[in-house]
């Protein structure tokens, strides 16, 4: 009982490299980028979480953190975790590589154990990056695991001048971009049905949805 505890309450945020980089993404994101947050985060000081968020580039990762205390624990496309420049930094950021030809158990598996270890982790459910403002369909995995541990969710919805474009200019390319965080919530626990799993599915992203129609509406604030 005393080592689980002793792992929860480690605080990865508390590290001397991730707050040197988290210094470093502030500048890189808010002030290059200039990210404009709508509507606050809701993260609790310690404790497990999932944050979902629609996926406009490859720069999202960045602009989430920039504005998150918390270390987001990313679910990342296995082929970018081995780039020569990134290799050396993800294992610090405990960053989950995800094979995508397939249904990865191993990373599935992983994504669990940051939980357990009240991790906030962060997932992109649509699995690629949108080509237009409309969501792409949602995958079931983020609902699974949500209702499998009772963890809270966090939606969240980004926008700007990311979109649309490549790798490198996405994230070399000064932008202009937006995000907000909803409520967090809760999926209970079933039996797991397929009806269920879709139903609580759309639940997260008519949660995104309603963000990115209230993100419009509202201005910003730095």
Request: charged residues 25%; proline residues 7%; contains cysteine.
């Amino acid at each position: 009982m005393h080592e689980r505890a002793t792992i929860y309450d480690e605080r990865p945020e508390d590290k001397l490299a991730i707050r040197m980089l988290r210094a470093l993404d502030v500048c890189f994101a808010r002030i290059y980028h200039q990210l404009t947050v709508r509507a606050p985060h809701h993260f609790p000081r310690r404790g497990a979480g999932i944050l979902v968020c629609n996926h406009t580039s490859a720069l999202d990762p960045l602009l989430i953190q920039s504005v998150s205390p918390r270390l987001i624990v990313w679910m990342m496309a296995g082929e970018y975790y081995d780039l020569p420049i990134l290799r050396s930094i993800f294992p610090i950021l405990e960053v989950i590589p995800v094979n995508r030809s397939g249904r990865d158990t191993g990373a599935t598996r992983a994504a669990l154990r940051a939980l357990s270890r009240g991790r906030i982790l962060g997932v992109f459910p649509e699995g690629r990056i949108e080509t237009s403002r409309e969501l792409l369909p949602f995958q079931t995995g983020v609902a699974l695991m949500a209702m499998k541990t009772g963890v809270p969710v966090y939606p969240t919805y980004l926008d700007g001048t990311q979109r649309g474009k490549e790798m490198l200019p996405s994230i070399l390319t000064p932008n202009k971009a937006s995000i907000a965080f909803g409520r967090p919530f809760r999926l209970a626990k079933s039996a797991n049905s397929r009806h269920e799993l879709d139903e609580r599915t759309m639940k997260i992203k008519t949660a995104i949805v309603d963000l990115s129609k209230r993100s419009c509406e509202r201005p910003g604030a730095r």
